[in-house]
Nanobody, 128 residues
Framework: QVQLVESGGGLVQAGGSLRLSCAASGLTFSSYTMGWFRQAPGKEREFIGG????????YVADSVKGRFTISRDNAKRTVYLQMNSLEPEDTAVYYCAADRRSLDDIRGPLSSSRMYYWGKGTLVTVSS
């Protein structure tokens, strides 16, 4: 049974940092392209960042570029989202997701419709 379990969310003041983790089990993690998405109340799910199977190629959305970094540790079967300089607009439930394609490169946003497995999400609240 495939599981993606996010952790690391919580309440933080504007300007602060959080690191989200997503631990995977039940799949050959190192062959999956991984992505982070978020959904704020009343808004559609939004792509945040993607990382290819090796971790050598990454792409983050313009809305978070320069503040958020995505990384992975295949030995630990975990993908991370480092979030710095957080803003109230970053408040959302953050989801990790797995794409069965072993992409060698990521040059644009990953489509949520292509993601095969999803975690249940972790809530990030940024206070002003």
């Amino acid at each position: 049974q495939v599981q993606l379990v996010e952790s690391g969310g919580g309440l933080v003041q504007a300007g602060g940092s959080l690191r989200l983790s997503c631990a995977a089990s039940g799949l050959t993690f190192s062959s999956y392209t991984m992505g982070w998405f978020r959904q704020a109340p009343g808004k559609e799910r939004e792509f945040i960042g993607g990382i290819n199977w090796s971790g050598g190629r990454r792409y983050v959305a313009d809305s978070v570029k320069g503040r958020f970094t995505i990384s992975r540790d295949n030995a630990k079967r975990t993908v991370y989202l480092q979030m710095n300089s957080l803003e109230p607009e970053d408040t959302a439930v953050y989801y990790c997701a797995a794409d069965r394609r072993s992409l060698d490169d990521i040059r644009g946003p990953l489509s949520s419709s292509r993601m095969y497995y999803w975690g249940k999400g972790t809530l990030v609240t940024v206070s002003s």
